[in-house]
């Protein structure tokens, strides 16, 4: 047999077995997903009705309650919660998948950090989502986070339905707190110390109080009322300055419902025509301030956040909003013991005083 012979008949066969591959009904069946199952299926169209959230745990519960558009704190005196906080919760809610089964035994869930909420000294947290009318549209266990131990691995936690006693390890984020200051947003202002250029501050049983700064954006603070002063401390000055740096609130109030009595208010002229006004109060040794603004769109977009609210703020501030003038004065040192007046040197041990010569007599 030739090598063209050979040749004809592979073609020959190839075709045959392709054929054959062709015209033979295909009957694998298709793969199985591996898609996990949803923890709440169809769960996003019923969150449009959510009213209510609950963050239970041993040592008492957080609510959080839908306003119109917004979502506010009743622990906080209905202080709006940050937007993204409520979404991020939600949204992890829908997609929160139950990937494996885990314990069912009543005595072990505690190791998953799913056990029973209210128990003393539980590590768990119940989590509530429930509409207008207090019917419940989602709930759950949260138990302990599983570590990550590689990238780009999906978070995953440990979870429990109420009234079931198996457990699931869960993937999907779930930023579940019960501290209500990691749900709102606490700054109040972030003012550039350069920015300001006046104060007038007139404190409650003190004489009024004008600093000015300096031509220069970063010329100093210098008290021009009362003309004469004692040596003032710079760095006290600057701390006016400084008033709206960094502003953050430890906790917050009605503004109506401002604790404390009313220790002073001030004035601040800042660069582009905004304007600042502080009311103090003091509570104990807490501080409380009422803010306003009005110059421009900036004023307004401040006193639209500060409008309606009292915040309780660092103890230091007072040296800031509301000084006195000794607040401001420059601390006198003592003299360093080197510096003392050196004492007259002690006679010799041992040694008597001899006494002066007399004096010598003219002839």
């Known amino acids: ?190 003012i550039p110390r350069e920015r300001v250029r006046a104060a007038e501050i007139e404190r409650v049983g003190e004489p009024r109080l004008v600093l000015r700064r300096g031509g220069e954006p970063d010329g100093t603070m210098a008290v021009v009322e009362p003309a004469e002063t004692p040596e003032l401390d710079e760095i006290s000055l600057d701390e006016v300055g400084r008033a709206f740096e960094f502003l953050t609130f430890l906790d917050v109030q009605r503004a109506a419902d401002i604790p404390g009595e009313k220790i002073g208010e001030a004035r601040f002229a800042l660069t582009d025509d905004l304007r600042i006004a502080v009311v103090a109060h003091k509570d104990g040794e807490n501080l409380w301030v009422r803010l306003s603004a009005e110059g421009g769109e900036e004023g307004q977009r401040l006193n639209a956040r500060w409008q309606g609210w009292a915040y309780q703020v660092g103890q230091w501030k007072e040296k800031a909003f509301v000084p006195r003038l000794a607040d401001l004065v420059k601390e006198q040192r003592a003299p360093a013991p080197d510096q003392a007046p050196a004492a007259e040197a002690p006679a010799t041990p041992g040694t008597a005083a001899q006494p002066a010569p007399p004096a010598q007599q003219p002839n």
Not at 112 to 134: H, I, N, Y
């Open 1 to 190: 047999m030739n090598r063209r012979t050979i040749l004809l008949l592979g073609t020959a066969a190839a075709a045959t077995v392709g054929a054959a591959i062709m015209l033979t009904p295909d009957r694998t069946e298709p793969p199985v997903s591996t898609a996990t199952p949803l923890a709440f299926p169809g769960l996003a169209p019923r969150l449009a009705n959510a009213a209510r959230i609950e963050v239970t745990r041993h040592d008492g519960t957080l609510t959080v309650n839908r306003e119109g558009e917004a979502w506010v704190l009743p622990a906080k005196a209905g202080h709006p919660v940050r937007p993204e906080k409520v979404r991020e919760l939600l949204v992890g809610l829908t997609e929160l998948r139950l990937t494996e089964p885990r314990t069912a035994n009543p005595e072990l869930l505690e190791r998953l950090g799913v056990e029973d909420p209210t128990k003393q000294g539980a590590t768990s947290s119940l989590l509530r989502v429930l509409d207008a009318q207090g019917g419940v549209i989602a709930e759950l266990i949260i138990g302990r986070r599983r570590m990550r131990v590689q990238g780009n691995v999906p978070e995953s936690v440990y979870v429990r339905r109420p009234g079931e006693a198996q457990a699931w390890l869960a993937e999907g984020r779930l930023p579940i707190d019960s501290d209500p200051n990691l749900w709102i947003d606490r700054d109040i202002a972030n």
